[in-house]
C-alpha cells in the first residue's frame, strides 16, 4: 500500500517535472513580453477567453497549473530540509496547503469563466 | 576504535557551500520557488479574465514594467539552465528506453527531449499569437 501510493506521488512529481520544464520557458517568454507592453493577438481578451471557455483550453491550463503547484510544493518542502527547517511535519502542512489552495483556485476561476 | 568517535559537524543550513556537485543541487531546487510563483502569477491572470475584459486589461496592464521586464529575463534564464534543460539530461537515468535487446542511446532520448521542447515551445507562442 505504502508502495502504491508512492508510485503515484511519485508519477504525479515526475510528470509535474517534466511539464514545467517544456512549458514554463514559453510561459515566462509571455510573461516577458506582456512586461514590454506588446500584448499578442492570442492573449487579447476575446481570444483568451475563447480559449479558457473551451473544454480543451480549461483541461490545458488546469493540468499544467495543478501538476505545477504539487510538483512545486514537493520541491519546496525538501528545499526548508535542506537549509536547515527541520520541521517538516509544518512545512508539509504550508506548501500542500498552497498547492492544494492553488488547484482549488484554478478549478474555480476556469469554470466561472464562460 | 574509539569509544567517542570525532563526528565532523556539519552545518544544517550551509552544508552545499562546501561542494560545487552540491551547490548546482540548490540552485536547481531553488526552481521550485519559480515555478510556484509563475503558477500563481498565472492563477492572477485567470481570476482577472474570469471576471471581466477591463480586470484583464488591467491585469496586462499592471504587469508592464522594467523591473518586471528584467525580473522575466532572469528567470527565463534561470529557469532554463537550472530546471529545463538538467530535467533533459537526466531523462534517459530516469527513464531509459529498451528496444529488445538493446538499448536506446542516451544522447537519442536527450535530443528527442531539446527537439520536442522546441516544438512545444513553438506551438505555445503561435497559440498566444507570438509567432
Known sequence: MAIAKKAVVWGLFAAGGTLTSFIFPALIALFLLIATGIVPEGLQYEQIHAFASSWLGKACLFIVLFLSVWHAAHRLRVVAHDFGIRKDKLVANAVYSIAAIGTVLAAFYLLTIN | MSRNPY?????????????????????????????????????????ALATSADRWNAFLASQQSTAMLV????????????????????????????????????????????VAWVVISAFILWLAGVI
Do not use: C
Open chain 2, 71 to 114: 525580473f522575466h529575463a532572469l528567470a527565463l534564464l534561470y529557469f532554463m539552465f537550472f530546471q529545463t534543460f538538467p530535467w533533459f539530461k537526466l531523462a534517459p537515468k530516469a527513464m531509459p528506453v529498451r528496444l529488445g535487446e538493446k538499448k536506446l542511446p542516451d544522447n537519442y532520448i536527450i535530443i528527442g527531449h531539446y
Open chain 2, 7 to 47: 563526528v565532523r559537524p556539519i552545518s544544517t543550513t550551509t552544508w552545499y557551500m562546501r561542494n560545487g556537485r552540491y551547490k548546482v543541487y540548490v540552485l536547481r531546487e531553488l526552481t521550485s520557488f519559480l515555478v510556484m510563483f509563475y503558477s500563481f502569477l498565472t492563477l492572477f491572470a485567470l481570476a
